[in-house]
Structure formats: structure tokens, C-alpha cells
């Protein structure tokens, strides 16, 4: 085993977050829910989402059978709500196209509509233990500071040990080898870090400066605010875009704007509208 390996294996046996609840399951369904809920979404905000979420749908055959409206209220508090329509629709799949059991082979779960090459490699690793190496913007960062580009993260992968590495690297970039502020100091690899110590200079190269935007202002609040309204109608209820206007007082929103964003939402499928009325699809 590689000593960069053995490090950081070693610190995930005493310091890993192995206590999660999609830590402990090799369930595929169960471990899918997270890694959508996981996705921009910090991990105490989805542990007790996730838990109630699981508790409702217990199975791929539950969240396909549900109505998009249920499972869109239960999603309440995660935000980036095309989530959930995504997932419902790759539990449909799944019921469809393989008899309701998530599938373990590469090119199927590539086939969903919803799964990236990511999420299949999460799939993989941590239901079924295989030694893919999924790769999201945190691992990504990790793998380029230990080895300066050297070595490809597939490459690292010990053998038999996918889940657990896969779980060590990102425990380690959300903890010690973070964006903004990695903790050198008390690395446990920096024995073994290419990049030890980390300059400013390098941290600055990697998170080029951008103009922040307001968040009451960006279309993901105002989005998020009219799913939300639409959350608390009654079942077989809905609203009219003039209410909705009046109702949520979007900031720097007039009612054109408004009905444009509703109209996104419909594409989407998250939302019906009929004779100028809202709701939640069903």
C-alpha cells in the first residue's frame, strides 16, 4: 500500500465520520437518497432530512409509487428542489427497467437519466463496494494537493478498499484539507503532501474571486420561495399567479417575472399550471 494510502486510511479508522447513517448501510436506494441530499447541501442539514425521508419512502418501490407533490414536501429544508424530482424519476426507472433493485454495473446506472459519473461512482463504491474512485469537486482538490497532478485518483484506489477510501477522502477535504482554509498545521499527511505547506498564493489560484450576487435576489431564493408556498396549499388546492405575486413579495420581481418563473418551474415538471392557477405536480 501506497504511504499516502496508509495515512489516510489510518486517520479515517480513528477520525472518520463512519457513524453516518449511509456510512453504516450497503443499501444502493438508501445510499442514492444521500448522495442526492448531499449534493451543495451540508451534512447536519440532511442528516435529519434524510432520516424522515427514508422513513417515508423505505424503498425505491415507495419513492416510485409516491406522488411528486408527497415527495417535493418531504424534500421542505434542502433547497435545489429539481433534486427530488430527479431522484423520484430514477426510482421510477429503476422499478421499470430493473424490477426495483438499483443496479451494480456501470453502463446501467449510466443508462438513468439523473445519474452522473459521479453518483454512479458513489453508487458503486459505497453500496457495492467497488473500487471506483468518485470524484466531486472536494476529492478532486484533495488528490491534486497530495500528489501536484501526479497521479490520477482512479490510480489511488486501494485495492478492496473503495468504500472506505472513498469515505477517508472526503471526511479529509471537509475537515482537515479544506478550500479556504486547510489546517497544515496538523495534517496527517503532510509527511507525505506534495503540496505541504500550502501557500496563499495556491489557495488563491484555486478559488478565483467572483461578484457575489445577493441571495434574495438570485432565481434559486425565488424559485425556492414559490415551491415552498406551493407546499403549504392543501392537497387538490392551488394558487393564482396574481397571489402568488401579492403573497411572496419577491424582492425586484414584478408579476411578469413571476409567471416566467413559474413557467420554469412547469417545464421542469415541478409545478401545473392550468387556467393561470398553480400547484405542485401530482
Known sequence: MKPVQRHLLSWYAKNGRASLPWRKTRDPYRILVSEFMLQQTQVDRVLPKYRAFVKRFPTVRALAAASLADVIREWRGLGYN???????????????????????????????????????????????????AAVDTN??????????????PQALVPRGRGHDWNSALMDFGATICTARAPKC?????????????????????????????????????????????LRSLPAGRR???????????????????VTILVEALARDGLVTVRKRQVALTD
Do not use: M, N, W
Open 239 to 257: 394558487v393564482s399567479l396574481l397571489a402568488l405575486h401579492r403573497e411572496l413579495a419577491l424582492p425586484g420581481r414584478s408579476a411578469k417575472d
Open 185 to 229: 498545521a496538523i495534517c496527517p499527511l503532510k509527511k507525505v503532501c506534495l503540496s505541504f505547506p500550502i501557500a496563499p498564493s495556491d489557495l488563491q489560484r484555486e478559488r478565483p474571486k467572483v461578484k457575489a450576487v445577493p441571495f434574495e435576489r438570485t432565481t434559486r431564493f425565488a424559485r425556492g420561495r414559490i415551491i415552498d408556498r
Open 82 to 132: 429539481s433534486r427530488a424530482l430527479r431522484l423520484k424519476r430514477i426510482a421510477e426507472a429503476v422499478v421499470t427497467r430493473f424490477d426495483g433493485a438499483v443496479p451494480r454495473d456501470l453502463e446501467a446506472l449510466r443508462g438513468l437519466k439523473g445519474i452522473g459519473p459521479y453518483t454512479a461512482a458513489a453508487l458503486r463504491a459505497f453500496a457495492f463496494e467497488c473500487d471506483d
Open 139 to 152: 476529492v478532486g482538490r484533495v488528490v491534486q494537493r497530495l500528489t501536484r497532478g501526479a497521479e490520477e
